[in-house]
């Protein structure tokens, strides 16, 4: 059987709308033979998923999606074949959690300045034991009928620059990569195309990021075309670093990424699966 390597997914531990139950079952009902999830700042869909992923015969790796930050910026890196009980690891994503919660808190107190209420109880309501993000805010916004759509709740309240945004310190990159690779896994820069960075500073992203021991990016997501994997491909060669494939699925709602719907990694590119064991 061909594999096929779906490594980037999100459960109801972080902002997915599938339980880690029901995304393993609908990731094998679409064919993928290896799939990582990858949940914001956690880990805590891991043994769920594992369990489902057993009895399906489906390889799960173990991944997070760290917040990391780098030069005043956001970053997310993927962490493959992680040991999900790796003491700093752990202990990061306890921090994270806190540093979620804190800005939750900021964000509903900025939402409560344009005269939107209840906000903080709804997306911790919402959150349960799971990590709270910017959709689940995004979720309430359009719920009240604040916004039109998800993505107009970023644009109009939750993007960087509008109302809403609360600048965040999140884990240094050097040590979130550090966890990473120590916990036994292999580190891969999320969505390099997401943060609007020019090429000199990609080129310089990507330097730090290699020297700190990152292995692979992201050449294949849910969202490319062939003119961006081509790109994304160039930036691996030219960096000699893997690269990863993976759909970032969140909802089955959003008709445009499906778990296991991804464009072949292009030869040139060595993929990171080869790194895992
Ligand atoms: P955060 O809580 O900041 O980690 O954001 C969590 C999620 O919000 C991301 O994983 C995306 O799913 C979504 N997101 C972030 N920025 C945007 C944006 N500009 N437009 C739409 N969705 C976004
Ligand atoms: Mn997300
Ligand atoms: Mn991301
Ligand atoms: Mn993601």
């Given at each position: 059987m061909t594999p096929i390597y779906d490594l980037h997914s999100h459960s109801t531990a972080s902002d997915g709308a599938l339980s880690p139950t029901e995304l393993v079952q609908?990731?094998?009902?679409?064919?993928?033979?290896?799939?990582?999830?990858?949940?914001?700042?956690?880990?805590?869909?891991?043994?769920?998923?594992?369990?489902?992923?057993?009895?399906?015969?489906?390889?799960?790796?173990?991944?997070?999606?760290?917040?990391?930050?780098?030069?005043?910026?956001?970053?997310?890196?993927?962490?493959?074949?992680?040991?999900?009980?790796?003491?700093?690891?752990?202990?990061?994503?306890?921090n994270l959690q806190n540093t979620r919660m804190q800005r939750a808190e900021i964000i509903a107190e900025k939402l409560e300045k344009k005269r939107i209420f209840g906000a903080l109880d709804a997306v911790k309501l919402a959150a349960g034991d799971g990590m709270i993000t910017r959709s689940h805010f995004a979720n309430f916004l359009v719920s009240q009928n604040h916004v039109s759509s998800h993505q107009d709740a970023f644009d109009k309240y939750l993007a960087k620059g509008k109302p809403a945004y609360c600048a965040t310190e999140w884990a240094d990159m050097e040590l979130a990569v550090n966890w990473i690779v120590q916990s036994?896994?292999?580190?891969?820069?999320?969505?390099?195309?997401?943060?609007?960075?020019?090429?000199?500073?990609?080129?310089k992203l990507l330097n730090a990021f290699k020297g700190f021991g990152g292995a692979a990016i992201e050449v294949v997501t849910g969202h490319y075309n062939p003119d961006e994997i081509r790109r994304v491909?160039?930036?691996?060669?030219?960096?000699?670093?893997?690269?990863?494939?993976?759909?970032?699925?969140?909802?089955?709602?959003?008709?445009?990424?499906?778990?296991?719907?991804?464009?072949?990694?292009?030869?040139?590119?060595?993929?990171?699966?080869?790194?895992?064991?």
């Open positions: 609908r990731a094998h009902g679409q064919g993928v033979t290896h799939l990582a999830l990858t949940d914001h700042d956690t880990t805590a869909g891991l043994a769920e998923a594992r369990q489902c992923a057993d009895t399906l015969g489906l390889q799960l790796i173990s991944g997070i999606e760290l917040s990391a930050s780098w030069e005043k910026k956001c970053f997310h890196i993927v962490g493959l074949g992680i040991d999900p009980a790796y003491p700093p690891l752990a202990e990061a994503s306890k036994g896994g292999v580190a891969v820069l999320a969505h390099p195309l997401r943060y609007q960075l020019t090429a000199t500073w990609i080129r491909a160039d930036f691996a060669t030219r960096h000699q670093l893997a690269g990863s494939a993976g759909s970032d699925f969140h909802t089955p709602n959003n008709q445009w990424v499906e778990l296991g719907k991804l464009a072949a990694l292009p030869n040139n590119v060595q993929p990171v699966w080869e790194l895992l064991h």
